[in-house]
């Protein structure tokens, strides 16, 4: 997890516009231009070559991230109110999933597709599909003093692969569970995908993420 010490850095640009918002739409698959990044999204490399590309597919726009021995991710600054707009919701689509990763341990520590959440007080949340940790498990993944990354499975394994889900966290809740206080303004948020660790290859999608008053399903 120590690919994501730069996100702890983020400072605030964007904010909720206006108390009567239901929804700030963080990556909104509207109206993508072919061959560019979504607005307000930049690369972050931590190890080897990053393959992204935007997919138009039908009606709908996804960003499509493929990984070979490398680490990287895309991270947008965010000014919320996780009090004000508690649920994180997002798609997601895995395709290929890093052969043996678990973040559990620091020698397998890949995931195909994460979702991290920073905070103003430097704590992160991490949403993760794992290969091998059980959905539902939730405990610190980081080992380094004074770096706080607690870790969240969502998916696990390869039972809902090339099938487009749709995840809704409370996340305030969870930053509560994770750390035993309220949780602070959010400042950035990355979505990553890794398999520098296992050596391996993977594939995830991403299409609309969303911090929202209320749950999706």
Known sequence: MRRVLVLLTILALASLAGTTQTALIVLNPVNWQPGHLPDGWQVKV???TP????????NSNYLDLKSHDSSFGLEREVDVDPHD??????????KELPAGGDFRHSKSDDQA?????AFSDKRVL????????PAGTMESASSIPLVHIYAVVCRSGAANLNRWLTESRNLAGDYEKAYGRPAPRVKGIRLQINTQHTGTSAESCFSEVAFRRTPQS
Request: hydrophobic share 45%.
């Open 46 to 48: 931590n190890r080897g």
């Open 51 to 58: 393959k992204i590309a935007t997919v138009r597919e039908g």
């Open 85 to 94: 707009a508690p649920f994180l919701t997002w798609k997601w689509n895995v």
């Open 113 to 117: 597709a994460q979702v991290l959440v």
């Open 126 to 133: 991490s949403y993760i599909w794992d290969t091998t940790a």
